[in-house]
């Protein structure tokens, strides 16, 4: 993993974060990830988060922040996250019915990414499984990105939800090769014949392929989440970092 390095996104220790931020970022940092992608800041400054990822080595990759949000404090949201020194903000999520709801999407997220472009920052969409149902002979997230291509939004790839879609991942990140900017890695497993979430190394991703291919086009990161961490987040983020040094060396 010379040329890609990992993350994690603190939406994985939500629990331990909401009780302790600091504290986690600590155990974080010490278990080896060298970069984390913020779900919140629990209260702290611009100013005092920096000062604690600067001592902890820890670099922001990026921060998920709500559509709503984007839309009425983009200029704080701007301001904080070039103090913090972060460049990307990501939409974590959107939903949508219709084409007609979906062009209005694409309007909304166009204003904020331009907006943050001429800022020096960057937008990007993290996918769910949803956006692969087809709107007009097409999949969804596709045409979403034929609708913001005008201002430059690029692609937060969630490789675990394009398998819960049962789309080819590398196939898929080799066909967004252009817009792919950061990689989730997401393990899966099934119980019961239903499809959920597991440690990296612990299910079914071939996540060492997945890690391969992002760096082969371009990604600097790959970032590490668990929606639902088993038995709790930081005992999940310990076995996920463990098994990506067993993969890599």
């Known amino acids: 993993m010379d040329n890609i390095k990992i993350a994690l996104q603190l939406y994985t220790v939500r629990e331990e974060c909401e009780n302790d931020f600091i504290g986690t970022l600590e ?12 779900a919140g800041v629990h209260g702290l400054s611009a100013e005092q988060l920096k000062k604690e990822l600067d001592r902890l080595n820890l670099k922001v990759v990026g921060s998920h922040i709500g559509l709503d949000e984007l839309e009425k404090d983009l200029d704080k949201i701007i301001d904080y996250n070039k ?22 999407l694409a309007c909304k997220l166009n204003a904020i990414s331009n907006k943050l472009n001429n800022a020096g920052l ?32 690029l692609m937060e790839l969630d490789t675990h939800w ?57 990604c600097s990161w790959v970032i590490v989440e668990n929606d639902q961490p088993e038995p709790n987040g930081i005992k999940n983020v310990t076995v996920s970092i463990s098994n990506l040094k067993k993969m890599f060396n």
């Open 162 to 218: 394009v398998k819960r879609a049962d789309k080819d991942v590398i196939d898929y990140m080799n066909q967004n090769k252009d817009i792919l900017k950061l990689v989730h890695i997401k393990d899966m497993k099934e119980i019961d014949g239903e499809k959920t979430f597991a440690a990296i190394g612990e299910g079914i991703m071939d996540i060492q392929a997945i890690i391969n291919k992002a760096a082969e086009l371009g």
């Open 27 to 38: 155990k974080v940092s010490d278990l080896g990830y060298e970069g984390v992608e913020l």
């Open 122 to 153: 960057q937008l990007l969409y993290h996918n769910h499984s949803h956006e692969f149902e087809e709107i007009q002979g097409s999949y969804g997230l596709d045409l979403l990105y034929t609708l913001t291509k005008k201002s430059n939004m």
């Open 83 to 104: 103090t913090i020194d972060n460049s990307i903000i990501v939409c974590p999520y959107a939903k949508w019915e219709s084409k007609e709801e979906l062009d209005k």
